[in-house]
Each structure stands twice: as structure tokens, then as C-alpha cells.
């Protein structure tokens, strides 16, 4: 029974991000009235499916393992690093994505011949980090 126990570990994260990334597409598609798969694995919107995922492997190691053991401590400060990277790098760099693709569609800006357009929605705001987190933590305590 054990061995199917420690699974929590694994199919807790990747259900929350199925239902998170699920949530998404079914989102967009009531609000623009248009189908949209790619969502399913892009990155970006609310909530933050990476901070929900780092975060509810941390809420089950911290829960079943202890707060006090290594593994804890590796899995919060892992947590921290994606959160930081969604709200921070990624999200300026979906900025600078939309810039340059503004750029490149000014007509007589430039001569620059682009095969595809950069892709925009790269990160997470703070608030949809916080949101991803929150239902990280309570998928952790509730498994």
C-alpha cells in the first residue's frame, strides 16, 4: 500500500496541472468564444499552474515528510526559484517578445523578414503566481 501512497508526490502535481492548464482552455473559450488547444501546454494566465505544481509537491513533502527535513527545505526553495522565474524572467521576457514583434510589424521600421511571431505570454503576474500557489498549498494538505 506504501508504494501506491508515494505517488501522491507524482500524480498530485501532474492532475493539478492538467485541471489548471484544462481550466485555461475552458476559460478561454467562454471568454473569446474561440477554441484555443495551444493553451493547454502554454505558459502564462491565471492561475499559475508552475506555482501551483512546485507548490503542492512542497505542501505534500512538508506534510507527510516533515517541515524540518532537507528534502522540505530543497522542494520551498525550488517553489521560490519557479515562482520567481514566472513572475520575473519569463514575464519580461514575454514583454520584450511583444515589443520586438511590434517592432518587426511597423511597416517601413524595418526590412526584417520573421518566419513566426515571438510568443507573448511567456510569464505569470504576481497576483496570478500568488493565486497558483494558494491552490498548490491547498492541494497539498487536502491529498
Same mark, same amino acid.
Given at each position: 500500500?506504501?508504494?501506491?501512497?508515494?505517488?501522491?508526490?507524482?500524480?498530485?502535481?501532474?492532475?493539478?496541472?492538467?485541471?489548471?492548464?484544462?481550466?485555461?482552455?475552458?476559460?478561454?473559450?467562454?471568454?473569446?468564444?474561440? +477554441?484555443? +488547444?495551444?493553451?493547454?501546454?502554454?505558459?502564462?494566465?491565471?492561475?499559475?499552474?508552475?506555482?501551483?505544481?512546485?507548490?503542492?509537491?512542497?505542501?505534500?513533502?512538508?506534510?507527510?515528510?516533515?517541515?524540518?527535513?532537507?528534502? +522540505?527545505?530543497?522542494?520551498?526553495?525550488?517553489?521560490?526559484?519557479?515562482?520567481?522565474?514566472?513572475?520575473?524572467?519569463?514575464?519580461?521576457?514575454?514583454?520584450?517578445?511583444?515589443?520586438?514583434?511590434?517592432?518587426?510589424?511597423?511597416?517601413?521600421?524595418?526590412?526584417?523578414?520573421?518566419?513566426?511571431?515571438?510568443?507573448?505570454?511567456?510569464?505569470?503576474?504576481?497576483?496570478?503566481?500568488?493565486?497558483?500557489?494558494?491552490?498548490?498549498?491547498?492541494?497539498?494538505?487536502?491529498?
Amino acid at each position: 500500500m506504501e508504494e501506491i501512497t508515494g505517488f501522491k508526490y507524482l500524480y498530485t502535481p501532474l492532475l493539478l496541472w492538467f485541471c489548471i492548464q484544462t481550466f485555461k482552455v475552458i476559460w478561454d473559450l467562454v471568454t473569446t468564444k474561440q +477554441f484555443n +488547444f495551444k493553451r493547454i501546454m502554454g505558459a502564462g494566465g491565471m492561475p499559475s499552474s508552475h506555482s501551483a505544481v512546485v507548490t503542492s509537491i512542497a505542501t505534500l513533502i512538508g506534510k507527510y515528510e516533515g517541515i524540518t527535513t532537507p528534502l +522540505f527545505a530543497l522542494s520551498v526553495v525550488f517553489a521560490f526559484v519557479v515562482m520567481y522565474d514566472a513572475a520575473g524572467i519569463r514575464r519580461a521576457a514575454g514583454k520584450q517578445a511583444k515589443l520586438l514583434n511590434k517592432i518587426v510589424n511597423t511597416p517601413g521600421l524595418t526590412n526584417l523578414q520573421v518566419q513566426e511571431k515571438l510568443v507573448e505570454v511567456l510569464g505569470h503576474t504576481p497576483t496570478q503566481v500568488f493565486v497558483g500557489a494558494l491552490i498548490g498549498v491547498a492541494a497539498g494538505l487536502i491529498m
